[in-house]
């Protein structure tokens, strides 16, 4: 079952963007095609941080986390629904502790998905983005996962205020 880690458990939230021209690849269509594109104006965005799952995996198992992308300590940007153009994510587990004398596993499986979702427990419904984590282990107990965030965002639509949330603030299933 997933798991919504509150604001307050990202931890050291870096945020930095640029704005200009880039020709990159991005993957369009259904199914999915990498192709090369030209953006004459748009802003990229790079999020990172620690989130805490503090999960405990006796069994092999997973689970999966979602989690707010701060700009700062407990402040998250809002964006308009055609704001976001493409999105690329890493993660990995920072801080582990194994079942002593126990074979152990962890790691993170895949990062599921770093999108735009509607928040309905903020004033306004706002957009924002949330990143989704599985990971999994075995005999370990995963105290933090390291994640680094890549958003292309279109600067005439894309991007709006920030909001400063409650620490216990998480973001919504979809």
Known sequence: MPEAQPIDQVHDP????????LRTTVKVGTPPTVQERNFPNVRMEVYTGWVSPFSVFQPFDGQEIRTFLPVSEGVIRVYQREGLISATATASPAIVEPKEGEPTLFGVAFVDSVQLEPQSQL????????????????????????????????????????????????????
């Open 14 to 21: 870096r945020y930095l963007f640029v704005e200009g021209s």
């Open 123 to 174: 004033a306004g419904d706002p957009l924002c983005l949330v990143l989704r984590i599985e990971h999994v282990g075995q005999n370990v107990k995963i105290e933090r996962i390291a994640y680094q965030v890549t958003c292309l965002v279109n600067p005439e639509q894309g991007f709006g205020k920030t909001l400063s949330l409650p620490g216990n603030t998480a973001p919504q299933s979809q």
